[in-house]
């Protein structure tokens, strides 16, 4: 319309007071009446709320204050009420009281540092508390007992918390005391989970290594500490059992292998060397403990040495096994667990001089040894195609005779003539025996 002005629409420019300019009314965007009336101030500038702010942050610094006087009353406190309470810890030596004392003194002096500026967001109690310890007091104080202990820490605490508190902050105190127990319970857990981690990969190295001792035959006099270190009681025999994997074993399969391992037996130690597998068992039952894992170590043939008396000689029951291993191919027909002793005549063939040296410590010599004619027996027995009446006639004697004297061969040496396999390893053990006496080798073993 003519005669009018029109004024553009200027927003408040920077520097205006809290009260709005001239023209402006209080309902324009942005603006609110001023109490009082004569202007406008900005929304959102609460009075009262900024005072509620600044009466917290003053009942907060008080608190603050309070509890920085306490601080060494608050742990003198803790050790008092935990020697009262916990049993194991006053049980414990003077180090490490010292030490649990120190690190419950530096909980409480983080908790009054982090509640002093809570802004800072999640407090680093891992390094602030547990970082004041040596890392040797995990093995002292396991996780219950840390929890048991930080209970008791925050019982005191708690139990002090409308002394400690200024006037109007008790609920304040109170629940950072909450959060604050919530961090060092996850923080315990680390602490714990790093420690088992840390021991779980030394566990691991010096299991390899005390395995691959016995392989190589260095049982030298650190073996059964090395053994003990890793928990081997040294209760009843020691027996090796070897095998191929077939597939790579993941860590996971490892440790479920590991497990099924010493719920099998008393004790039990694994080695993986690249396919090939070692288990190296202690107690008794050993066979059946074997038997009980094949489940999971099959595909292929497991080879279980002869029992030992203790873990420093089973070094000759991993050569026996690892000899039969190699050798286990030449015999098609070999059970999925086979006794090392049982591929005597295929490891003599392959070269073993161990085998050599059982057939006729175990085999041969008993036989020459137990009075009788239970050699020439047996080496007619098997000449004549394991006929009893044709040795019979070829010894000039009844064939209940013959048939007294095959039993009287397996009560001697544990071999049955009458079976097949083992009439074999007894044939080997004649041919060898036969060998070694005509070489004048009548030496023992």
Partial sequence: ???????????????????????????????????????????????????????????????????????GALGTAAVARMEERLGWFRRMSAQDRSWVGLVAQSG???????????????????????????????????????????????????????????????????EAVLRYTREVAFSSAKVYARAAEARGAWDARLEALVVDSLV?????????????????????????????THTPLDERSTADLRRACRRAAHDALVGIQGDRLVVVLGGTNLRAASESLMARLRPGTM??????????DAGRSARAALAGLLAAPAWPDAPDLVEADELLPERLVNGDPLARRTLLAEIYRPLATAGGPL???????????????????????????????????????????????????????????????????????
């Fill in 216 to 244: 190589r035959g260095d049982t030298d006099g650190s073996l059964r500490s090395r053994a003990s270190a890793l928990g081997w009681s040294g209760t009843g025999q020691t027996v090796v059992l070897v095998g191929t």
């Fill in 1 to 71: 319309m003519r005669g009018v002005t029109l004024r553009p629409y200027i927003p408040a420019a920077r520097g205006l007071s809290r009260r709005g300019p001239e023209g402006i009314s209080p309902g324009a965007p942005g603006w609110t009446a001023a109490p009082g009336g004569g202007g406008c101030e900005p929304r959102g500038v609460n009075t009262d709320e900024n005072a509620g702010t600044d009466e917290q942050e003053r009942v907060r610094a008080e608190t603050v204050r309070r509890l920085e006087r306490s601080m």
């Fill in 108 to 174: 409480v002096a983080a908790f009054v540092d982090w509640f002093r500026n809570p802004r800072r967001g999640r407090p680093a109690i891992t390094v602030e508390v547990f970082g004041t310890a040596p890392r040797e007091l995990t093995r002292s104080v396991s996780l219950q007992q840390t929890v048991d202990m930080i209970r008791v820490v925050i019982d005191v605490v708690e139990g002090q918390v409308d002394e400690l508190a200024a006037p109007g902050g008790a609920q304040q105190l109170r």
């Fill in 375 to 445: 050699l020439e027996t047996l080496g007619e027995y098997l000449a004549q195609g394991r006929s009893l009446e044709a040795a019979a006639r070829a010894l000039y004697v009844h064939p209940n005779t013959v048939r007294y004297r095959l039993r009287r061969i397996a009560q001697v040496v544990g071999w049955d003539a009458t079976t097949p396999r083992e009439a074999f390893v007894l044939q080997v053990a004649l041919v060898v025996g036969r060998l070694s006496a005509a070489a004048g080798d009548h030496s023992g073993v």
């Fill in 303 to 312: 080879v279980l040495g002869p029992e030992v008396a203790d873990i420093s």
